[in-house]
């Protein structure tokens, strides 16, 4: 078949890429048919429960579940004595270890012991039943607390060739980037900005709390469906720790009631599994939201030191960040992505950035939209701010003074390709937003922010139906409408309507290998891999035509729908549509079909910019936002109202993150706010509708020019919301939340 | 656990007075059922006070209203003449949690949960209201401010129900308001709270005042300086500031997850100040 040269071309007439259709999870979803987690069900399912430690450090001296075994109803407990297997792989040891305590509880949540029984209240007995001796060892919650020399030691050893001798065993892995001298750099620099910025930990708060249900046979073949942004990671992760072979588990993934990053690894899955094998019945496992908070994956609460210098001009000399996060017990915190965004909109001669990944008594953090970047880019936004209004200079136009265009190098390595920052900052500085009129006690605040995207190992199968619609196989749990947008890239290539596609989620049983749902990869890499298995489909059916016409093959061509003889010897047959050759594809050589496997590159950066008004009530220190506008680049808006929820969801989760949320922690290292009570993300009431512009500069690594737009969205809420507040409160504000009682003293301190 | 839900007064204080374990009253359910979600209790027996047909009423008494403790927040709300009487307590008990919370909670719940940060009971001990206790040697009228003894704590004997509240027949140029301060917009808990109520005289001079403070110390307080401050003022800026400083000099608060001591007596002051003023707004617009 010969390629329809337009294929290729990014400024093709779209003809279904870029319209709004109805989801296809939609009417699911509002009536309560979709089944999530905890909707999965089986014959003689038993309930799973954990216990967990009340100690944010302790030593497990022994455990005796021989109480709870006896009680009636009880099939199963297991302790961390039940796996076995020796995991070789270090990573996800710490994976077995947080699911799982072993010598020590490391949190205050850390699990313990679990049991499966054959009701909700026996396994709420059980737990009370199992009796733990736990020897409590100082614990430490503070990221620069845990860096201290003296500073309780979670583990020994731990630490990678990069840190340096001397330190507190807490600090575990050192990372740097940039290039230039900095010192020179600020030598050069009318005015130097020097702080330390702080945010607190948050969680992503998606609504369907972690569930499972696992069965595992007398046989060894396993079953196991759950809520996961990775149903192939889940198998991956399992079967390591169980000492399974990936075949025998097959993983089926639920509707998913967000994730955003928190569902890119597990937490109960392995203990369902090991319960399944010892009680030999089914066991499901829901976590209480309390669960979720305790012992989950929450991001990284951060202090970052800032020396950025600027000339009176505006144009930044020197940027130097060190950044400063910790990730829960065990090593991994984002510091090394948040050392890399930090700067990464700028186009600088001297920058360098300097991580620490520190260990202390919380939970492991799991990956948050864009992990690391949002308070990387808080501190080095706030810093820029602040320099530009002293100086008395436009913020904006600081920002598109010092911006990063096609060919800037990056403070972290890459040089750039063509790239969409300085459109955003040019469609802020004209949108009516940015001239409209402020109030006392008003101010206004802008940031722009950076993410990397992300492609990866990527499966997809397209089946032609004898009656000629269109089935599309992938192999990523649908958390933002991905569903709908391969629809549409698949009706998009094959030239058919978008309702005669219907696209599934298999299980690990059907694809091959498919990286989570994560790095706004999934409308990236499975939308490519979707266009290249239609392809695959579309050079087969053009095929069967020339095999029915008589013809070569290269004298087909694939047009508006069909096959159609082109070139000079082709002849005059008239156009087969697709379900035409679909119904006779039996007598023509069998079913047809389109797949492709890929380990998707070319997943171009995002950037965006966004402006908000705040309002400070100054007796009380209470933040309103007033309006709020998302400038971002998308590549090509594939269904642009996906695209504007992206924007609107990052600057929402951005705007709690900004001001209430965090996790709290007691001096006795206990969690005090485990719920949506005293754990507190935005009410609708809370928020303005929140303006997403779409930009659209093609990425050159996707066939229609998509990028990622999932996770840049929370990047600049965080320093835009600060700049604002700051400029409303009239002092500089350097701690995250902005809760009242900290705006109110910045107020009083005046 | 074992359900109950009795048709009549009578026999709802029957079964409490024959039960031996941990009994608990539901009516909204908007505590109870939370916390036997997150396992918080385990009641032996739940006596469900809703089918109680006389506990399901809003009766005019006297000029007074008398309500009963199952109706809920929305109803109250919907009760036109009880919102021109009372706008205060009907906006406190309106701020609780949600719109499907407020069309369960029900005010004695609010009340007998002892919560200190309760929205309604600083406006309802602003309102002089006063609860109706039922047990087995009968009814007790009870002032609201006599029912919370602590966190989680109350007056009632084991035996005994809130039947229902009473606020009291309102006064010519006279009105109330409630205020509370959580960090978001809605489905919060209080961090500060105060309800006023106040009188003026034809010349907009306030006669008599009565302020209560939530959610500053162990239980709603009503602040005499507060209420003094205001009388014989119009509200000036020094009465405004000497109102608030006795709220908070009235707060003794503690830190917690919720906010510092010292912004919780700071804020108690400020809403102290807003409330008085919308009061006595509310009070002139009344003829």
């Given at each position: 078949m010969a390629l329809d040269s337009k294929q290729d071309d990014r400024t093709h007439q779209f003809k279904v890429v870029g319209t709004r259709p109805p989801r296809p999870d939609g009417i699911d979803k509002v009536t309560g048919r979709a089944r999530f987690g905890a909707d999965m069900t089986a014959p003689g399912m038993l309930t799973g429960r954990i216990l967990?430690?009340?100690?944010?450090?302790?030593?497990?001296?022994?455990?005796?579940?021989?109480?709870?075994?006896?009680?009636?109803?009880?099939?199963?407990?297991?302790?961390?004595?039940?796996?076995?297997?020796?995991?070789?792989?270090?990573?996800?040891?710490?994976?077995?270890?947080?699911?799982?305590?072993?010598?020590?509880?490391?949190?205050?949540?850390?699990?313990?012991?679990?049991?499966?029984?054959?009701?909700?209240?026996?396994?709420?007995?059980?737990?009370?039943?199992?009796?733990?001796?736990?020897?409590?060892?100082?614990?430490?919650?503070?990221?620069?607390?845990?860096?201290?020399?003296?500073?309780?030691?979670?583990?020994?050893?731990?630490?990678?060739?990069?840190?340096?001798?001397?330190?507190?065993?807490?600090?575990?892995?050192?990372?740097?980037?940039?290039?230039?001298?900095?010192?020179?750099?600020?030598?050069?620099?009318?005015?130097?900005?020097?702080?330390?910025?702080?945010?607190?930990?948050?969680?992503?708060?998606?609504?369907?709390?972690?569930?499972?249900?696992?069965?595992v046979g007398p046989d060894g073949q396993a079953d196991l469906w759950c809520c996961t942004q990775g149903h192939y990671m889940v198998r991956n992760t399992c079967a390591e720790i169980l000492g399974m072979d990936q075949g025998q588990l097959r993983v089926t993934a639920s509707e998913i009631g967000g994730g955003f990053g928190g569902k890119t690894t597990v937490f109960l899955e392995p203990v369902a599994l090991m319960l399944s094998k010892k009680a030999g019945r089914p066991v499901k496992m829901v976590m209480s939201r309390s669960e979720v908070l305790r012992a989950s994956g929450p991001t990284a609460s951060s202090s970052v030191d800032v020396r950025i210098g600027m000339t009176k001009e505006g144009r930044i000399t020197a940027g130097f960040a060190e950044l400063r996060y910790q990730g829960g017990a065990y090593p991994g915190s984002p510091v090394d992505m948040g050392a890399m965004a930090a700067f990464a909109p700028y186009d600088l001669e001297n920058v360098k950035t300097v991580g620490w990944d520190v260990v202390t008594n919380r939970p492991k953090a799991a990956a948050y939209r864009a992990p690391g970047a949002p308070m990387a880019a808080f501190a080095v936004e706030s810093a820029i701010d602040e320099l530009a209004k002293g100086f008395g200079l436009d913020p904006l136009e600081v920002r598109l003074k010092n911006a990063a265009r096609e060919g800037t190098r990056a403070s972290y390595g890459p040089t750039y390709p063509a790239i969409g920052l300085e459109a955003t900052l040019r469609t802020a500085r004209d949108h009516p937003h940015w001239s409209a009129p402020l109030g006392p006690n008003q101010g206004r605040g802008v940031a722009c922010g950076f993410w990397f995207n992300f492609?990866?190992?990527?499966?997809?199968?397209?089946?032609?139906?004898?009656?000629?619609?269109?089935?599309?196989?992938?192999?990523?749990?649908?958390?933002?409408?991905?569903?709908?947008?391969?629809?549409?890239?698949?009706?998009?290539?094959?030239?058919?309507?978008?309702?005669?596609?219907?696209?599934?989620?298999?299980?690990?049983?059907?694809?091959?290998?498919?990286?989570?749902?994560?790095?706004?990869?999934?409308?990236?890499?499975?939308?490519?891999?979707?266009?290249?298995?239609?392809?695959?489909?579309?050079?087969?059916?053009?095929?069967r035509a020339a095999q029915i016409w008589g013809i070569e093959e290269e004298a087909v061509v694939w047009e508006d729908g069909a096959a159609r003889p082109a070139g000079p010897n082709a002849g005059t047959h008239p156009p087969m549509s697709l379900a035409e050759i679909a119904a006779i594809a039996s007598n023509t050589g069998g079913p047809i079909a389109g797949h492709h496997e890929v380990n998707a590159e070319g997943a171009g950066v995002s950037f965006a910019t966004h402006m908000v008004d705040t309002e400070v009530d100054p007796e009380t220190g209470a933040v309103k936002i007033l309006r709020y506008t998302v400038f971002q680049d998308a590549g090509k808006a594939v269904h642009p109202d996906y695209v504007e929820g992206q924007f609107q969801g990052g600057a929402a989760q951005g705007i709690g993150w900004a001001l209430n949320e965090e996790y709290i922690y007691g001096a006795d290292g206990v969690l005090q706010n485990p719920g949506f009570l005293d754990y507190r993300i935005p009410v609708a009431s809370d928020l303005p509708m929140i303006e997403p512009v779409i930009l659209e500069i093609p990425n050159p690594g996707h066939p229609y020019g998509v990028r990622g737009v999932g996770e840049t969205s929370i990047v600049p809420p965080l320093a835009a919301i600060a700049n604002a507040v700051s400029e409303a409160a009239g002092v500089r504000l350097t701690h995250l939340p902005l809760s009242p009682p900290k705006v109110l003293d910045a107020l009083k301190s005046k | 656990m074992n359900y109950q839900a009795p048709t009549t007064l009578k026999d709802a204080v029957t079964l409490m007075q024959g039960d031996t374990g941990n009994c608990r009253i539901l009516a909204g359910g908007t505590d109870l059922l939370v916390r036997l979600r997150s396992e918080m209790e385990e009641p032996d027996t739940v006596i469900d006070i809703k089918r109680i047909a006389e506990l399901d009423e809003i009766a005019e008494e006297g000029g007074g209203w008398r309500i009963g403790a199952a109706v809920s927040g929305v109803r109250m709300a919907e009760h036109a003449a009880l919102v021109a009487a009372w706008p205060g307590v009907v906006e406190a008990m309106n701020l609780i949690g949600s719109t499907q919370i407020q069309s369960r909670a029900t005010m004695a719940g609010n009340l007998c949960n002892a919560s200190p940060a309760a929205d309604s009971v600083p406006a309802m001990v602003a309102a002089e209201a006063v609860a109706r206790v039922v047990g087995p040697d009968g009814a007790r009228d009870v002032p609201v401010a006599e029912i919370p003894t602590g966190p989680g704590r109350t007056s009632l004997a084991r035996d005994e129900l809130i039947a229902s509240i009473f606020l009291p027949a309102p006064q010519t140029r006279a009105a109330d308001a409630y205020l509370r301060f959580i960090p978001r917009t809605e489905m919060d808990i209080a961090v500060a709270g105060c309800g006023v109520w106040l009188a003026l005289d034809a010349a907009g001079t306030c006669t008599a005042a009565r302020v209560a403070v939530g959610a500053v110390g162990p239980t709603v307080r009503l602040v005499e300086d507060a209420g003094a401050a205001l009388v014989g003022s119009k509200l000036e800026p020094d009465a405004l500031d000497a109102l608030a400083e006795a709220c908070s000099a009235a707060a003794t608060p503690i830190d917690d997850k919720r906010g510092t001591a010292a912004y919780r007596v700071h804020v108690a002051g400020v809403l102290a100040r807003r409330a008085a003023v919308i009061a006595a707004k509310r009070a002139g617009d009344t003829t």
């Open positions: 967990r430690s009340p100690h944010p450090h302790a030593r497990i001296t022994s455990i005796d579940s021989s109480e709870a075994e006896a009680l009636p109803g009880v099939h199963a407990v297991v302790t961390r004595a039940d796996f076995a297997h020796a995991v070789a792989d270090a990573a996800t040891a710490d994976v077995l270890d947080n699911c799982m305590a072993g010598d020590k509880a490391l949190y205050d949540g850390h699990a313990v012991a679990a049991v499966a029984a054959s009701s909700p209240a026996i396994a709420r007995k059980a737990l009370k039943l199992i009796k733990v001796d736990y020897e409590p060892l100082p614990h430490v919650t503070d990221v620069d607390a845990a860096m201290q020399p003296d500073a309780p030691a979670l583990h020994e050893g731990r630490a990678n060739e990069t840190v340096p001798a001397g330190l507190s065993p807490n600090v575990v892995a050192r990372c740097a980037f940039g290039h230039g001298d900095i010192e020179a750099g600020l030598a050069q620099a009318d005015r130097i900005v020097e702080r330390t910025y702080r945010t607190e930990a948050t969680h992503q708060g998606y609504i369907e709390p972690h569930a499972c249900l696992a069965s492609g990866g190992d990527t499966c997809v199968t397209l089946n032609i139906t004898p009656d000629g619609t269109v089935t599309v196989t992938e192999g990523n749990p649908d958390i933002g409408g991905s569903r709908a947008s391969m629809s549409m890239m698949a009706a998009e290539e094959l030239g058919i309507p978008y309702d005669k596609v219907r696209t599934v989620i298999a299980d690990t049983g059907t694809l091959g290998q498919n990286e989570v749902t994560d790095g706004s990869r999934v409308t990236f890499a499975v939308g490519l891999a979707t266009i290249e298995a239609a392809r695959a489909a579309k050079r087969e059916m053009c095929r | -």
